[in-house]
């Protein structure tokens, strides 16, 4: 059981996961289409819009081929807005995730992260999806020229990310009492870096609980060698 | 150059030596003085006597303002007095400031005075009731000063961080309107030198000075910097002021000078040797001007402006100095049919307290000279516009009377549609887009002496962008995959020129120029992969070849011309027709295909609804005509190689975007180019007209017929099947129209394989549409099977897969009497039993 690495993705594994997700790009040259293992990429004829997914759009916009189009919720405003949600409506909860694109037919659907189009130009612009906080990293950090007012998004990224990890922590306390912690509209990114903390905090209240389960039961083993009768004992439960 | 004046006056000892402030009551009969001493002096105007001495007052004054009742002194303790003018006493201690205060500024109905300090919050005061107190509290350095636009509406602060607030009043809670970084320079708010902003009369600009010693105008409307007072001082400008009908702009700078400049050229008329000036006042209707130095006296100088330029200061409020006046430019254009263009300039007459009203009978008479130019060299011929008034024969009468008067006694005048280029923005700041499309953009700035174009591609691989000094001041250009044309108009001497510049060439140059007739200015041109077409105001389409060979020239039926735009060998011109029933011409458009001498369409109307206006024409990638409407609409022409037969219809009403649904969104668009099934426009936010720098990006729509009003889907999973119908429908119009246009075009063309698939691929399309909508009619219930059949025999499909199909969605609903009537319809079908007809 000697397992070195930690349970579940490392954020590391998140981020480069979340490099599948679909972004909106304007093309600066052509580009005929991209036979991939993942499917054909659209053909890029500037200026017309293309939707490719992220690492392939960063490998562009690095080579200045491209320019990146920031999802609808990467803007100051909205971030503002859902800054607003967070702390102002939402006050215990997070703020919920954008809701499912209507479709035509309910077949071949996939309902996970990478493959719905929350990345793209016309994504929601008033919830943060599930790789808000990596998505909104990378392209900052790639491509700051073509967000709108990039110092002011990273500020407004950074209180975010404060104000839903205080949430998270928040969320713990309760844990104390076998209740359950809501993590509706939680990112990708946050959900592993706070399963270090989380885990940590379950298994030690285990721990806690366990040893006391111990005692219980010692004490009930004991108790049942001496000869109580069960109304007795369903009192001591009644504790 | 105006030389040195040397006849001298000799200043009054006001005040003990420091800084000493002034002010004229806007009547114009007093001149009230504070300095560094405890009392203000009030002078009265044309008297040589002692003034009046106001005693109980603070010491140490750092401001004063005044109405004809009552003045307003602040001092460096910190106090705002309000003293009667009437009785010379304090009337009362209007505001306390812990700081010392530095400027204070009276809004121009006399009932706010703002108040700057050394705080951090500028105080908007109350004059009446000191109570009612309104706090600009954005800016993070004290105030050094204010000034309220000549409205009342904006107040203008120069912080001491060098950046300018400009807040609007009209409100219930200020709003911060505008920061302009950069204008002015840091300076600490008791430093001598001035950032004052100062609103020009017209109030649709403000000069302030700038660390290079000049005073910049900036308009308020775009926030761009239009001329510039240069090179007049050579220390730091500590006082300047508009002249009270803005023709003249008086200045004194560390230099230990006192300029006078006009407007119009920006030259200095007058100097004067006068050190230490803190603050100058223009007497409200005379020619005086006063001013007041460091050292506390006080200069009234009578007749300071030269006699040879009294005729400046005799006229009506000018026009503050714009590099492209925007008004100038809707007057050169001719009688356009903007409404609210002309709103807006009646409103400037109404202001309450304009200058001419306070000028009286003297500005009285010329009331519409503002815009009609009574001395001969008005600015309206500068030669910063030649031309641009290529009907003057329309425009002889004032077009922007005021309505009343123009009904009272005027005979009635159409309005016409204004000649345009398409994909062109007009002139703000020195800057405009001379054209945008799919291809790049092409952007020229005014350099005062020439002009700079360059042009940009989005494909940066296939083009390369370039750049060129322009001495002909090109103000119209088109660019397509080949090349890039521009034209100008003609200036004093040369006739109007166009130049097109291929991208590529295999031989040294192949760049060339042509001139057109003397005297013949053009309103449109257009550039097609064939041809060459040049619309000009003699009504003449000039079509040349590539290469500069003259190909045709033909009339145009309907005058004047409006525009142009063209695709491989067909020209569409637009022009002003017939009178309508809304008092508007009509526009008529001609469509031609220039190589083989056809007219597809000739003298039709293009559909608008009653007072819109076209806002652009442009063929699509199919080459398809469309236009774009004032009203948002975005029209296609249907069935246009066939005479007669050319029909309008909607594809995209914008108003109705999904995005502007919720209500909360304003904002218009600014049509593109139609491509790839998609509408490509740039969203101009928050009451912009036209797109701007830095270059915003391209949107695009997908196109939508409008059918219903119904909302759009919303994202709610279980409901979306209940929209499914109106979009169904929506899908089954607008495929139709696609399969309309295509088989004109694939009928018409040598049509490759790949367009006669995508026919084929389009009919289907339109019967798929038609096949969902028959399963949601199946799923309602069993009465809708009238409805139903009549769906079916709407069906395109010659081959009978496509009602096989249906037979089976009725039979999979049960509905076997439908699924029996589909089967007769399909056999019938087949026998070519059906009548057509």
């Given at each position: ?39 054909t ?10 939707v ?107 209180d ?12 713990v306390?309760v ?42 039961r ?12 069960d ?7 009644g504790? | ?35 560094s001493?405890?009392?203000v ?12 001495n106001?005693d ?61 300090s ?76 001035s ?7 017209d ?30 001082h ?161 425009e ?26 398409v ?32 042009v ?57 120029r ?27 389409l ?11 020239v ?12 063209s695709?491989?060998?067909y ?41 819109a ?24 022409l ?58 915003p990006?391209?949107?695009e ?137």
């Amino acid at each position: 059981m000697a397992l070195p690495l930690p349970p579940g993705l490392t954020p590391p594994e998140v981020a480069f996961l979340c490099e599948m997700e679909l972004v909106t790009v304007v093309p600066r040259q052509r580009l005929e289409g991209l036979e991939l293992l993942g499917g054909t990429t659209p053909e890029l004829r500037p200026p017309y819009r293309a939707v490719l997914p992220l690492w392939l759009a960063l490998l562009l916009k690095r080579q200045r081929r491209a320019n990146i189009l920031p999802p609808p919720w990467l803007h100051p405003s909205s971030l503002d807005t859902i800054l607003r949600l967070e702390t102002e409506v939402h006050k215990e909860t997070f703020s919920p995730p954008p809701l499912f694109p209507p479709s035509n037919n309910n077949l071949h659907e996939t309902r996970s992260a990478p493959f719905l189009p929350s990345c793209t130009a016309d994504a929601a612009a008033d919830a943060l999806p599930y790789h808000w906080l990596e998505v909104g990293e990378i392209l900052l950090d790639a491509a700051p020229d073509d967000l709108v007012e990039p110092d002011t998004v990273r500020r407004l990224m950074r209180d975010l990310r404060e104000v839903r990890m205080a949430k998270m922590r928040a969320g713990v306390a309760v844990l104390d009492g076998g209740a359950v912690v809501g993590l509706k509209g939680v990112g990708g990114m946050e959900v592993s870096e706070g399963r270090a903390f989380i885990s940590g905090v379950i298994d030690n209240l285990r721990k806690i609980g366990a040893s006391r389960e111990q005692s219980r039961r010692e004490r009930e083993a004991e108790e049942r060698e001496n000869g109580y009768d069960d109304a007795d004992e369903d009192e001591d439960m009644g504790l | 150059m105006a030389a040195t004046i040397q006849h001298r006056i000799r200043g009054r000892p006001a005040h003990t030596p420091g800084p000493t402030f002034l002010t004229y009551t806007p009547d114009g009969r007093r001149l009230i003085t504070a300095g560094s001493n405890n009392s203000v002096r009030v002078y009265t105007t044309g008297s040589d006597g002692e003034p009046t001495n106001v005693d109980d007052c603070q010491e140490s004054n750092t401001a004063v303002v005044a109405t004809d009742d009552f003045f307003i002194t602040g001092s460096e303790d910190g106090t705002v007095s309000m003293y009667s003018l009437q009785s010379n006493t304090l009337e009362k201690m209007l505001l306390r400031c812990t700081l010392p205060i530095r400027d204070i500024a009276l809004s121009p109905d006399g009932n706010w005075a703002a108040v700057a300090s050394d705080e951090l919050v500028v105080k908007v005061v109350n004059t009446q009731d000191m109570t009612r107190v309104l706090y600009l509290r954005e800016q993070s350095k004290p105030v050094k000063h204010l000034s309220f636009d000549p409205s009342g509406t904006y107040i203008a602060l120069s912080c001491s961080d060098g950046v300018i607030f400009v807040y609007s009043l009209s409100t219930e809670e200020p709003a911060l309107v505008k920061k302009v970084d950069g204008l002015i320079r840091n300076l600490e708010t008791d430093a001598e030198a001035s950032s004052r902003v100062a609103w020009h009369p017209d109030g649709r600009a403000f000069a302030a000075p700038t660390p290079t010693k000049d005073i910049q105008v900036m308009s308020n409307s775009d926030w761009e910097r239009q001329r510039a007072f240069s090179s007049g001082h050579a220390g730091d400008i500590t006082a300047f002021a508009w002249s009270p009908n803005g023709a003249l702009l008086a200045s004194a700078g560390t230099d230990r000078k006192v300029l006078l400049w006009d407007c119009k050229t920006q030259r200095v008329i007058a100097r004067f040797d006068y050190p230490n000036v803190m603050a100058i006042a223009w007497h409200p209707t005379q020619n005086l001007m006063s001013f007041t130095t460091s050292d506390g006296e006080v200069f009234m100088y009578n007749d300071i402006v030269p006699s040879e330029y009294m005729s400046l200061l005799k006229k009506g409020v000018q026009p503050a100095p714009f590099i492209h006046d925007p008004l100038a430019e809707t007057l050169a254009n001719g009688n356009s049919n903007g409404i609210g263009q002309k709103e807006g300039l009646r409103r400037r007459y109404g202001t309450p307290d304009s200058l001419d009203d306070i000028l009286g009978s003297e500005g009285g008479g010329d009331e519409d000279d503002f815009i009609v130019d009574d001395d001969g060299a008005g600015y309206a011929e500068r030669a910063e516009f030649p031309l641009k008034r290529p009907y003057d024969d329309y425009e002889t009468e004032p077009a922007y009377a005021p309505l009343a008067k123009r009904t009272a006694y005027e005979h009635y005048r159409p309005r016409m549609h204004t000649p345009f280029q398409v994909g062109s923005t007009p002139w703000r700041g020195n800057r405009k887009y001379l054209c945008l499309n799919l291809i790049g953009f092409v952007w020229t700035v005014d350099q005062e002496t020439h002009h700079t174009v360059t042009v940009e591609f989005y494909d940066r691989e296939l083009h390369r962008d370039f750049h060129f000094t322009d001495p002909y001041r090109y103000d119209k250009a088109c660019l397509n995959d080949n090349g890039a044309l521009f034209s100008c108009s003609p200036t004093d001497g040369n006739p109007a020129m166009i130049f097109y510049r291929p991208h590529e060439t295999w031989t040294t140059r192949a760049d060339w120029r042509t001139t057109l007739p003397p005297q013949e200015h053009i309103t449109a041109i257009a550039l097609s992969d064939s041809y060459i077409f040049v619309s000009t105001t003699a009504n003449y389409l000039r079509v040349y070849t590539l290469f500069g060979t003259p190909f045709r020239v033909f009339r145009q039926k309907s005058s004047p011309t409006v525009t142009c735009a063209s695709w491989r060998d067909y020209v569409m011109t637009m022009g002003n027709g017939p009178v309508g029933g809304d008092g508007c011409t009509r526009l008529m458009y001609t469509i031609e295909n220039v190589k083989r001498g056809e007219v597809c369409q000739s003298e039709d109307v293009v559909a608008l609804p009653p007072n819109a206006e076209l806002r652009s024409v442009f063929f699509s990638d199919r080459g398809d005509p469309c236009i774009y409407d004032s009203t948002g609409v975005l029209l296609v022409l249907l069935h246009w190689r066939t005479p007669g037969q050319a029909q309008w219809a909607p594809i995209l009403d914008t108003k109705q975007l999904e995005r502007l649904a919720s209500g909360r969104k304003e904002e218009t668009y600014w049509p593109v180019a139609v491509a790839a099934d998609k509408f490509h426009c740039i969203i101009l936010k928050g009451g912009d007209k036209y797109p701007y720098f830095p270059r915003p990006l391209l949107s695009e729509f997908d196109l939508k017929i409008p059918i219903s009003s119904l909302p759009a889907a919303t994202a709610d999973d279980e409901n979306s099947s209940a929209n499914d119908g109106p979009r169904l429908e929506e899908t089954f119009v607008r495929t139709s129209v696609e399969l309309n246009l295509m088989e004109d075009l694939v009928n018409a063309t040598a049509a490759t394989h790949s367009q006669r698939t995508e026919l084929a691929r389009k009919e289907v399309d339109v019967d798929k549409a038609l096949l969902q909508l028959l399963a949601i009619e199946c799923r309602e219930s069993e009465d809708k099977g009238m409805k139903a059949l009549e769906i079916v025999e709407l069906m395109r499909d010659q081959t009978g897969r496509m009602l096989e199909a249906a037979e089976k969605v009725a039979a999979r609903f049960q509905r076997n009497m439908l699924a029996e009537k589909i089967r007769e319809l399909a056999e019938r079908r087949l026998a070519g039993l059906e009548d057509e007809d």
